[in-house]
């Protein structure tokens, strides 16, 4: 009986089955169900949730809810003991073989052994950062994704950003071209003056930041509360060459965005419309190009409506059609001619 229980109701008391929480339940509010009610339900005996009536063995009374309560906390604080005294154990062993290493090993230099670091939590995170800007000299290289930056974004590493100007440090920072329609950046970068200087691409890689070329900070996890700490020379020097490279594709924070070269098209429409050629769904395109979906679907409600395509398939056709899968055209291009419509003329 005890193994057939096992096999059907595979559960604990603090988790019953349907079949069993209607028994015990029962029991509870009666005071007692008979033996042959309990049959199909063994695991409330296995569990001691039931017990036999000591004045009639044809009826079984039920364990007191506060009793299993405190059965099922006695045995939680029981596995919480256990786990940590083999933490303790874990760390006890770390330590001893790690001072077996210092004793046979020599010190390391500064670019060895902390490569690459990882930082769990935003708090080491923060102290991270902060401690690779007071060591930081020259230079800081940043990549913001995203929208519109948020008040609170800025204000997280304004400290920094005034302790660098302090003294001396340039610093460029790219950002997406959503970003320009933000109030916040605009008067970070008014209160930086020359120490900053930003552009903007249709879309970015995720978050970087570069301190002299020597070390970088790049995310670890999607909600960024792990992050790495890389000083490892070769890793920071390709960082910095991915940096430059989009670099010299953006386009200055304070020059206009070119013109798609079709009339009725916005750049932003021409940057989804090359992302949806890829392949990539609504939610993809609004993450990368930091908008929200509800906006990214209307640009494309407009893009289809300019293009006079009915359906999502026609529209890969179109954009297709007038170019709009590839990069961006320059300002002054030949009239290009929208199937179903008119031409076009580029302004």
């Known amino acids: 009986m005890a193994g057939h229980g096992a096999e059907e109701h595979p559960h ?23 033996r042959r009610d309990a049959d199909p339900v063994p695991c409330l005996l296995e569990l001691a949730l039931l017990h036999p009536d000591p004045d009639d063995m044809d009826w079984l009374v039920p364990t007191s809810p506060q009793e299993v309560m405190t059965r099922l906390l006695r045995g939680m ?37 902390s490569a690459i670091r990882v930082l ?17 000299t020259t230079e800081v290289l940043t990549v913001q994704p995203g929208g519109i930056r948020r008040e609170a974004e ?25 970003a ?46 792990m992050a790495l700490e890389l000083r490892h020379p070769a890793i920071v020097e390709y960082l910095v060459t991915v940096f430059e490279r989009l670099w010299r594709l953006a386009i200055p ?14 750049h932003r429409e021409q940057s989804i419309a090359a992302l949806l050629a890829e392949g990539h769904q609504d939610a993809v395109i609004a993450e990368r190009l930091g908008i929200s979906v509800r906006t990214c679907r209307a640009h ?3 893009l289809s409506e300019t293009l ?15 170019g709009l899968d590839g990069p961006p055209r320059p300002a002054a291009s030949p009239t290009l001619s929208v199937p179903g419509q008119e031409s076009r003329t580029a302004r």
Do not use: K
């Open 154 to 178: 800025l204000s997280e590493g304004l400290h920094r950003a005034l302790t660098l100007r302090g003294r001396g440090v340039r610093m460029r920072d790219l950002y997406t071209h959503v």
């Open 120 to 136: 769990d939590g935003l708090a080491r995170i923060q102290a991270a950062m902060d401690e690779a800007t007071q060591a930081c």
């Open 77 to 113: 604080y029981d596995e919480v003991s256990a786990s940590q005294r083999r933490v303790g154990s874990a760390v006890t062993a770390f330590e001893w073989y790690a001072g077996l290493g210092r004793q046979v090993q020599p010190a390391p230099s500064a670019g060895e052994g």
């Open 253 to 266: 924070l304070t020059a206009p965005l070119p013109d798609t070269g079709i009339e009725g098209i916005s």
């Open 308 to 322: 006079g395509a009915a359906s999502r398939t026609q529209l890969g056709v179109r954009i297709a059609q007038v």
């Open 12 to 34: 604990g008391a603090d988790r019953l089955c349907e079949a069993g929480d209607r028994v015990y339940s029962r029991a509870v509010r009666r005071g007692r169900v008979a």
């Open 300 to 302: 494309i409600a407009r």
């Open 180 to 225: 320009r329609h933000g109030q916040g950046l605009l008067n970070y970068l008014e209160l930086m003056g020359d120490a900053v200087e930003a552009r903007t691409l249709d879309e970015v890689i995720d978050r970087l930041i570069l301190f002299d070329r020597t070390v970088a900070f790049i995310p670890a996890n999607t909600d960024r509360t």
